[in-house]
């Protein structure tokens, strides 16, 4: 099977691209395939996948080799699939390296940097332990150098391979030829700034320090980016895995994998639908809120469409497959969430942004130190000692603690609060957002049906009505009769606390489910029958009127309606509704001081989306939206200019979560919307969208901060290292301090609190 789709000019072709470390080798690779004639490449680094439009007849294989004629590797990804266990062992050789670099490089760093310690011979020990580090630990970043050096760039990784190594060859030379090597050689703890001609001073706490920073900057990026795929294998594992199939009038239960298109299959109450199709047999309530945002059951019969993925809420099905595979709307939808996935622009890390100007000068002002004091005549050592300084003052060693720290620091606090965040690209969107899109069902609502309002006759007591319509319904695995039977037991609509007084309901005799009309039974010795008017007309009992008009009121609010007559005469008239949560309002208020603009989108009708917008204080509505519309309706807005925050917790809003530029998902709705969002809510309170929003732009520019004082750090000292005059020991001080205050000021983020108080 080939990921390439054609039309009759162009082939849209997709690579799965290896060995990039940072935003420019995706520069670079795009570049490099847009010198093939008639090729339109964009790569992402996020996804490391590069989307090729070719003309029709290219062979794949060309582009591979153009991409490896780069240094990089390519091939074709393979179709995914459910069974595909996650990509979790493709970090095991990073989280060697950096555990056993630790593990050598801490004893280098103490004796290095506390004179009490240095034993004799210690430098010798400091060297077989950061020999390894350097060499082994530090190879990726080696590598790395080595191939951008040999296409001409210049990154992060050049720095940081050219100062590690120079730090340790320089600690090399000056152990095998220098002064450093001799028994009992100390470094003394002193702040003079003096030139040195470098013989006796050694850097290896600076070379294994380093590595160590830069690898745990790394590993913690490459576990955010291992996540780019879990979306698919979520949205995949929603399907079902085997299905019951008619084969001459008898079930036989098979693998999904091999039901074909005209195939009979049997649905039950509970189950999962295997595949998309048209009933054939049976009639029952299909819940398909997963897929569509609409949280009541809709009634299908003989005739009626059914979708993969939804659950049958009522009795038997037999369904015939319509679409198989990749051609029912579970893939489609799955579909529509790798292509917003992969087109979604993946932010650069700001230290990339600042060392595409930074690294070239430093590596330029290395060697103009060397040529100046080599001119100078003040001999090669002191030269190559103020030309290595230079390296080692800018090497990154704050720099590598900048983001991982301040990272780490800000999605801890952010856990505690139920607030998790993908990676440090994800903290650069919230920082320009200006519109919130919020999904209704399960996100500004609570996603489950339940009783809002009982109306009675002729002074009936409406907990009568309630306990035998509860008893009744109680019988009925519809959600709408569950939220009925529900309130019957927890004492009425009014119902809310945790300590509501439950109770038994009375039995019910001769129960007998009308599909498509309603519940009958006998309670107490009443014949109850709860349902729509048209089970109330089989039996000659019509609609009063004031009922009639509760009925309409609530029906244009987009609630559900559900009459009950007892002892042959229509009683009462109960109300059900998706009820708004309770914190909705003020997290919409919270959002409006944070400057952004919210809009409701959801699939549910648009009387039922305004009356809930109306109560939340949402002036925006976009009701009646299938999935790929809501993906649409995102796109249209980032056309418009806006940056666009999309909030939402159901598989219908997977697509929008992953092309919005920043995706927001309910942690009480699905797998694959929350594998798809950058920002995960563990708690289904709409408050934590403000917060999670405060939180990441509070750890952005605590980030920014740390950056900012990192290089400040390196701009300041390297003058001095250029002039001759770095002392090792004020260097290590200065490095140590650096680091420190990067630390320090990445802990402040311990103190961010929620807004509001949370009951």
Known sequence: MTSTVSTSSVTQIELSIGGMTCASCANRVERKLNKLDGVTASVNYATEKAHVAAPAGVDPQVLVAQVEAAGYTAELPRPPTAEEPPDEPAADPLKQRLVGSIVLAVPVVVLSMVPALQFTNWQWISLALAAPVVVWGAWPIHRAAWVNLRHGGATMDTLVSMGVLAAFLWSLWALLFGTAGVPGMTHPFTLTIAPSDGARNIYLEVAAGVTVFILAGRFFESRAKRRAGAALRALLDMGAKDVAVLRDDREVRVPIAELSVGDRFVVRPGEKIATDGVVVEGSSAVDASMLTGESVPVEVGPGDAVTGATVNAGGRLVVRATGVGADTRLAQMAKLVEDAQSGKAAAQRLADRISGVFVPIVIALSVATLGFWLGNGVGPAAAFTAAVAVLIIACPCALGLATPTALLVGTGRGAQLGILIKGPEVLEQTRTVDTVVLDKTGTVTTGQMALVSVHTLHGDDADTALRLAGAVEDASEHPVAAAIARAARE????????????????????????????????????????????????????????????KAEAEELGRTAVVVAWDGEVRALLVVADRVKPSSAAAIAQLRRLGLRPILLTGDNAATAHAVAAEVGIDEVIAEVLPADKLATVTRLQEEGRVVAMVGDGVNDAAALAKADLGISMGTGTDVAIEAGDITLVRGDLRSVPDAIRLARRTLRTIKGNLFWAFAYNVAALPLAAAGLLNPMLAGLAMALSSAFVVGNSLRLRRFTVTGERS
Request: charged share 20%; hydrophobic share 50%.
């Open 491 to 550: 004492g009425g609509a009014d119902a809310r606390s945790a300590g509501a007084q439950r109770g038994d309901l009375p039995a019910v005799e001769d129960f007998r489910n009308l599909a498509g009309l309603g519940v009958q039974g006998v309670v107490e010795g009443h014949a109850v029958l709860v349902g729509r008017p048209a089970l109330m007309a089989q039996w000659s009992l019509a609609l009063p009127d004031e009922l009639a008009a509760r």
